[in-house]
């Protein structure tokens, strides 16, 4: 029995199965020719094979400009010429089907252009001074071109004693003379440029050294010139030190010896060029210093001691020169009885050397300030010797130091000559001049 009710639901499932594919979709499938690609993108002289099915059938190819694109008997299409058209393929059961063919002109890599990285100028060869570097780059010629290689460049130097350069196109100089630079793409050798290039002396144009030295005898001082600029590059560096008295300094390698007291100049040049050079200053003394001015005197002085009354509040007494303050004194060209110059005479209570004499003009606001002067020695107040004359070309504020020769005195007058004048009408009449020292010293020793 149970066999019998196993037998029917199996009967009656399949009846079910029938039925339901009996009322499923209809499914109209196309009957044509398949092929690997619909459409073909190829450049001259390229070759794609094309295969079609189904495989039951054979085929026959054909094309519909031979001066664009060819196909074989199998199938193989060869790119001809710029230009498109169709590749039609026919079964042996009279089934048709057409595949566009699109042939682009062959654009080959034909060679490289080199430009400067920095300003993009092209270069076609290379002055490059010592110690200085210049970066590369490479583009293709032409720069649209479609030739399957990629343009990867390799840099070389034919003489690596003489430049270098990297992967990324820094060129670098090693030592003075000639070489050449190529540049080629990997994957085609023969498309290259050859760049000369050429390592010249940067050049020394200046050295810098220590202005003037005071020196106590027989204590040696090195001086340590600066050659500029810095990253000079030439095949001889070095220098040649002088003296112009060797009974005062000796010189060697920069190393200052004095040996005896008085003054001399030394003079540091280019060996291979002289006309580059500097000089130093130098005096040898026993005992030098910063000499105290506290019991100095100012002994006489004319600066602007005005008469009239409406400028009789602008006169000021320069007292402060001596106790290193601010000293403010002014100036009157209106002042007919007080004219030009002015000066300071100091008594300074004994007889120094005067090895060095320093004043700084203060940051001011004011156009009027110390133009011209100089300073003046005596031993008796009576006969005065010009130690120096001084120039301020601007308003702007500096330094001025002069060195001296030793020459002994106990007077000494500061003279200014001439002074700009200034404008500020709130202060005085524009004719005027008011003049500031900061800080005003003498360097020498007691004799």
């Known amino acids: 029995m149970n066999r019998f009710l196993y037998g029917a639901s199996f009967i009656f499932a399949g009846l079910l199965i029938l039925a339901a594919c009996s009322n499923g979709p209809e499914r109209d499938i196309e009957y044509t020719i398949y092929s690997t690609h619909s459409s073909i993108e190829l450049l001259e002289g390229e070759e794609f094979q094309l295969t079609a099915s189904p495989t039951t059938q054979t085929f026959t190819w054909e094309t519909t400009d031979a001066s664009v694109a060819t196909v074989s008997s199998t199938g193989l299409v060869r790119a001809i010429s710029d230009g498109t058209c169709f590749i039609n393929i026919t079964s042996s059961e009279g089934l048709r089907r057409s595949i566009p063919v699109d042939v682009e002109k062959l654009l080959l890599l034909e060679g490289i252009e080199v430009f400067n990285k920095a300003n993009l100028a092209p270069v076609d060869h290379i002055s490059v001074l010592m110690g200085k570097t210049t970066e590369l780059a490479a583009s293709a010629m032409p720069s649209n071109y479609n030739e399957k290689i990629p343009f990867n460049i390799i840099w070389e130097s034919s003489d690596k004693d003489i430049v270098t350069i990297d992967e990324s196109g820094i060129v670098t100089p090693v030592y003075f003379g000639n070489a050449e630079i190529t540049v080629s793409v990997a994957d085609k050798p023969s498309v290259k440029k ?236 524009a004719s005027g001049a008011r003049c500031d020292i900061a800080e005003f010293n003498v360097f020498g020793e007691e004799k």
């Open 194 to 429: 050859v760049i000369p290039v050429e390592v010249l002396e940067n050049p020394i144009t200046a050295i810098q050294v220590e202005s003037d030295l005071i020196l106590t005898l027989n204590n040696k001082h090195t001086v340590i010139p600066v050659l500029l600029p810095a990253d000079y590059g030439v095949r001889d560096p070095s220098l040649v030190w002088r003296s112009s008295d060797e009974s005062v300094v000796k010189v060697t390698d920069g190393e200052i010896e004095p040996v005896g007291t008085g003054s001399a100049v030394v003079t540091v040049s280019l060996n291979s060029n002289p006309s580059v050079n500097a000089e130093i200053a130098i005096i040898v003394a026993l005992n030098p210093g910063i000499l105290d001015r506290t019991d100095w005197e100012i002994i006489e002085w004319n600066s602007c001691i005005s008469e009239e009354p409406q400028y009789v509040s602008l006169n000021r007494i320069p007292e402060n020169m001596l106790d290193g303050n601010v000293a403010t004194f002014w100036g009157s060209k209106w002042d007919a009885p007080k004219p030009l110059p002015y000066y300071f005479i100091f008594d300074m209570k004994r007889e120094y050397k005067i090895y060095r004499i320093s004043f700084t003009k203060p940051n001011d606001s004011w156009r009027g300030n110390l133009k011209n002067g100089y300073f003046e020695i005596s031993a008796d107040n009576v006969t005065w010797t010009k130690l120096s004359d001084w120039s301020v070309n601007s308003n702007a504020p500096r330094e001025h130091t002069f060195t001296q020769d030793g020459s002994s005195a106990r007077y000494l007058r500061f003279v200014i000559s001439d002074a700009f004048e200034y404008d500020n009408q709130a202060a005085g009449p």
